[in-house]
């Protein structure tokens, strides 16, 4: 599955970037940064759905999605236009992202910014730091056990929030016995990159919404699909494709969170 194609190219980037980047010039990198910003506070807010706006220029299931991507004003857009929280794909080859572009898109707003790519290995948590990220997402299913556990302490020595992606039952138990505080449901099956928000609906029943923060993440079109997470007390909804793909992202984040408007 794409998921296996994705780990295997990422596994061969890192071993040619550890060889340029040696860890300790990464962590000399992270110094006299300011403390990243936490995830949970603002995307908590109480009887409000938060959205977390993500900017990426392609992805695996749909090609290019924005042709003249400028990530810095996409964020500025969304920043302005109400998001709790960014999300910036990093990851080259399949979304076309860069690890440059969370340089730049954290100088570009005050809330807190999640860096989204395959996490698997401790070095991506000291780049992720020098590169100014608050957030790292951390992916249950490209993971073992114990890698999982190491990246979340590791992050949280660090400073930075972990968003825990689940997709089934079996998944979001792991993440619970390791700890995970902000659990994102992916409604996006990897296998066939369907996307169904019964996920989040089947698997928010299991969580205690009172101690967990949980994110619903992909395939979040419209103004219908985020209240009827709002009903069902999920506290972000994490959209990407429904944003980038508006003439002007900023726009159609207004129009997807206002519900005074009809649509
Ligand atoms: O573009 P969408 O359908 O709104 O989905 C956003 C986000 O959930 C999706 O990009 C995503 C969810 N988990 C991931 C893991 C890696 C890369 C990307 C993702």
């Given at each position: 599955?794409?998921?296996?194609?994705i780990l295997a190219h990422k596994r061969a980037e890192l071993a040619s970037r550890k060889r340029i980047m040696p860890l300790n010039e990464l962590e000399k990198a992270a110094q006299g940064l300011p403390?990243?910003?936490?995830?949970?506070?603002?995307?908590?807010?109480?009887?409000?759905?938060?959205?977390?706006?993500?900017?990426?220029?392609?992805?695996?299931?749909?090609?290019?999605?924005?042709?003249?991507?400028?990530?810095?004003?996409?964020?500025?857009?969304?920043?302005?236009?109400?998001?709790?929280?960014?999300?910036?794909?990093?990851?080259?080859?399949?979304?076309?992202?860069?690890?440059?572009?969370?340089?730049?898109?954290?100088?570009?707003?005050?809330?807190?910014?999640?860096?989204?790519?395959?996490?698997?290995?401790?070095?991506?948590?000291?780049?992720?730091?020098?590169?100014?990220?608050?957030?790292?997402?951390?992916?249950?299913?490209?993971?073992?056990?114990?890698?999982?556990?190491?990246?979340?302490?590791?992050?949280?020595?660090?400073?930075?929030?972990?968003?825990v992606e689940v997709h089934t039952e079996r998944e979001l138990s792991q993440a619970l016995a390791y700890g995970a505080e902000i659990i994102g449901i992916n409604n996006r099956n990897l296998h066939n990159?369907?996307?169904?928000?019964?996920?989040?609906?089947?698997?928010?029943?299991?969580?205690?919404?009172?101690?967990?923060?949980?994110?619903?993440?992909?395939?979040?079109?419209?103004?219908?699909?985020?209240?009827?997470?709002?009903?069902?007390?999920?506290?972000?909804?994490?959209?990407?494709?429904?944003?980038?793909?508006?003439?002007?992202?900023?726009?159609?984040?207004?129009?997807?969170?206002?519900?005074?408007?009809?649509?």
């Amino acid at each position: 599955m794409i998921l296996d194609r994705i780990l295997a190219h990422k596994r061969a980037e890192l071993a040619s970037r550890k060889r340029i980047m040696p860890l300790n010039e990464l962590e000399k990198a992270a110094q006299g940064l300011p403390a990243p910003l936490p995830l949970a506070p603002s995307i908590r807010r109480s009887g409000e759905l938060a959205v977390i706006a993500e900017t990426k220029k392609a992805s695996p299931s749909k090609g290019i999605l924005c042709k003249n991507y400028n990530p810095v004003k996409i964020v500025a857009a969304y920043e302005q236009a109400g998001a709790a929280a960014i999300s910036v794909l990093t990851e080259e080859k399949f979304f076309l992202g860069h690890p440059c572009h969370l340089v730049l898109v954290k100088r570009a707003v005050r809330i807190p910014v999640l860096r989204k790519d395959f996490i698997i290995d401790p070095y991506q948590i000291y780049e992720s730091r020098a590169l100014g990220a608050d957030a790292v997402l951390l992916i249950v299913a490209a993971l073992s056990p114990a890698l999982l556990a190491e990246l979340t302490k590791l992050a949280g020595d660090l400073g930075l929030s972990c968003l825990v992606e689940v997709h089934t039952e079996r998944e979001l138990s792991q993440a619970l016995a390791y700890g995970a505080e902000i659990i994102g449901i992916n409604n996006r099956n990897l296998h066939n990159f369907v996307t169904d928000l019964s996920v989040t609906f089947n698997l928010i029943d299991l969580i205690d919404l009172n101690k967990i923060t949980v994110v619903s993440e992909s395939g979040i079109k419209n103004k219908g699909d985020i209240l009827r997470l709002k009903e069902r007390g999920v506290h972000a909804a994490l959209v990407g494709e429904a944003l980038v793909r508006c003439a002007e992202p900023g726009q159609g984040l207004i129009k997807l969170t206002d519900f005074r408007a009809g649509g």
